[in-house]
């Protein structure tokens, strides 16, 4: 038996990375392993939930992963841990097609328990109703509880766990209103002060938590058999002993803080193949001898000017693309492969690796790649 659950919301921005941040926190302080999940392809929360615990996060994503793929990660990386905690996408029941894609199918999938989290700024008894139709609309998912996040006071709270009360919901408690609960945006880097900052958010996070949440109930109400059963009939769609002969390819891996946005189990499947090294479009000054190229994602576009004077390592980047290396790009970091980089409309055109040409790509609202 280990303690496991799913942290959703009824909305997007409810407060699911707040209280699985200051969960993790605490009880990694308290010496237990805990393994922390994702939902989706989100790649900043991962980056925030390594740090609570210390260990990498996996991420389980039911629009590129099968149902049977989920399994293996969700088990294979819980197996060495106390307690395996997930934590949802958006709304419990968004998916990208109704439901289809939701964390409530994960949790489904998993047998997992679910934690809701009630954004309660503006709310009073009436969330009553809400709680109740989140409990009765799909009769397959277990709802554990609640917890309210961002409570204004100890009357507001007695409302809100009344609320619990009458629609047969436990309450684990709340999260105080703390005016400063503001991560980095999306797009951002993460850097050595922001980390910083960051952890003292996670540390300030936990000690409300431990004084206003029943963790130790939400650990006794969440004990379930590990590992989760496969879904029958069973059918592995997924090679996990890979065999390249007896030579491993050389993999070299951009790994800084414009290129910091990877995928845990990628590193895992590459390291079976080749040799990894790690290397900064940043600050190395060349290209590591190598048979692969992998730029993760990230955010190259903030460090433009930095990128572009480092001429020799944009040179052998493209010579090992001319030469026919492979190379594996992700989100942002294909803006690096293009011929010039502009970070604002009319700005300075920074040159770049100049492999790709005649593309113009906008990367949100301020960042355009010209290839």
């Known amino acids: 038996m280990k303690p496991q659950f799913l942290i959703a919301s009824l909305t997007p921005g409810a407060g699911k990375t ?47 992963s099968s149902p049977y793929y989920i399994q293996h990660l969700y088990n294979n990386y819980g197996e060495n841990a106390d307690l395996c905690i997930v934590e949802g996408s958006a709304a419990l029941f968004d998916g990208y097609d109704g439901s289809k894609g939701s964390c409530s199918e994960i949790a489904m999938l998993l047998h997992l328990p679910v934690i809701l989290v009630i954004n309660a700024r503006m709310a009073g008894y009436s969330v009553a109703a809400m709680i109740l139709g989140f409990k009765l609309f799909n009769p397959k998912l277990k709802i554990a509880g609640v917890v309210f996040n961002q409570t204004i006071s100890g009357a507001q709270y007695k409302y809100l766990y009344q609320a619990c009360i009458d629609t047969g919901v436990e309450c684990f408690g709340y999260i105080p209103y703390i005016s400063d609960d503001k991560f980095i945006s999306k797009h951002s880097a993460i850097t050595v002060s922001a980390r910083k ?44 002993d890979i065999d390249v002969g007896v030579k491993k390819i050389r993999i070299a891996v951009a790994k800084d803080v414009a290129f910091n946005y990877m995928y845990w189990d990628n590193l895992m499947k590459l390291s079976k193949i080749g040799n990894i090294t790690y290397f900064s479009p940043l600050y190395s000054n060349e290209l590591p001898k190598c048979d692969m190229l992998y730029l993760p994602n990230g955010v190259p576009e903030l460090f433009a000017r930095q990128i572009y004077r480092r001429k020799k390592m944009l040179e052998d980047i493209r010579d090992f693309a001319e030469q026919g290396g492979m190379i594996l790009a992700e989100g942002n970091s294909v803006s690096i492969l293009a011929s010039t980089l502009t970070i604002r409309e009319n700005g300075t055109a920074y040159e770049m690796a100049s492999i790709f040409h005649s593309i113009a790509i906008q990367l949100g609202s301020n960042y355009i790649v010209v290839m």
């Not at 393994?35 to 210390?54: A, H, V």
């Not at 004084?211 to 109400?221: A, R």
């Open 18 to 64: 707040t209280l699985s941040l200051g969960i993790s926190r605490l009880l990694q302080q308290k010496g237990l392993r805990v393994q922390s999940y994702k939902c989706g392809s989100d790649l900043i929360d991962p980056q925030y939930l390594s740090m609570s615990t210390d260990k990498p996060v996996v991420n389980l994503d039911n629009w590129l």
């Open 197 to 240: 900052e960051i952890n003292s958010l996670i540390d300030k996070i936990a000690d409300k938590i431990a004084q206003t949440v029943d963790v130790h109930k939400i650990i006794e109400s969440c004990k379930l058999i590990f590992p989760c059963l496969y879904m029958l009939p069973y059918t592995s769609d997924y090679d996990d």
